[in-house]
């Protein structure tokens, strides 16, 4: 497509339900990334795929949260066991991933609005 | 660590005033800045980003960013704000090393005709 894509754009869910998130990146984009905005907090990194290297999990907050990444394309983020605090928005970008260095704009996502009761 | 401060949350200017937002990082080297917009309901929006070379960065919609390295600051500056202007702005910083940015908490802008 024309740009990154997310879906859903908002998720309610109950606490202790898992979640998943998922990010379609620009076409021939070989670097993905998971951001995640809280109220009145600016985003915070949490994963990022380039290519088939291991992904950069560094800024996952815990282990209820993972990340895939299938055929280099699509990604899904996944939230286990939801709590109040994971009530955010979740952003993807990608990026040509060419240069191999944060010089290569990253195009962002719409976000998908996560609502945990 | 490297790490980025926006130390104005909330700014409202007049329609055809000046606008600065100010950006302050932390790190050792020589860092990659940006500047990203997010206007209501959209996604980030690259408005300009400096590597190397000329210290005054040209950007879209008419927004410019200088880095001072005395000041470890890049701050953004449009000389006649728009009302389509109102959004939140978000200064980054990324590193040679590393592929991911830091954000900074964002500024909001709110224009009034």
């Known amino acids: 497509g024309a740009g990154v894509s997310q879906s859903p754009s908002n998720k309610v869910t109950e606490k202790g339900k898992d979640v998943e998130l998922r990010c379609d990146p620009i076409?021939?984009?070989?670097?993905l990334y998971w951001y995640r905005q809280s109220l009145g907090q600016g985003l915070e990194f949490l994963i990022y795929?380039?290519?088939?290297?291991?992904?950069?999990k560094s800024g996952l907050p815990s282990d209820r949260f993972s990340a895939e990444r299938t055929g280099g394309s699509v990604s899904t983020l996944t939230i286990q066991r939801t709590q109040q605090e994971d009530s955010a928005v979740y952003l993807c970008?990608?990026?040509?991933?060419?240069?191999?260095?944060?010089?290569?704009?990253?195009?962002f996502g719409p976000g998908t609005r996560l609502t945990v009761l | 660590a490297q790490s980025v401060t926006q130390p104005d949350i909330h700014i409202t200017v007049s329609e055809g005033a000046s606008l600065e937002l100010r950006c302050n990082y932390s790190y050792g080297a020589t860092p990659y800045l940006f500047w990203y917009v997010q206007s209501p309901g959209q996604g980030l929006q690259l408005l300009l980003k400096?590597?190397?070379?000329?210290?005054l960065v040209q950007g879209i919609k008419g927004f410019e960013a200088e880095f001072k390295r005395s000041q470890s600051s890049f701050n953004l500056r449009k000389p006649s704000v728009h009302w389509s202007d109102a959004a939140e702005y978000f200064c980054a910083v990324g590193t040679y090393n590393t592929d991911k940015l830091i954000f900074g908490t964002g500024t909001r802008l709110q224009v009034f005709p």
């Open positions: 400096y590597f190397s070379g000329d210290t």
């Open positions: 970008a990608s990026s040509s991933g060419l240069a191999g260095v944060p010089t290569d704009t990253q195009y």
């Open positions: 795929f380039q290519g088939n290297s291991a992904p950069d």
């Open positions: 076409s021939g984009h070989t670097a």
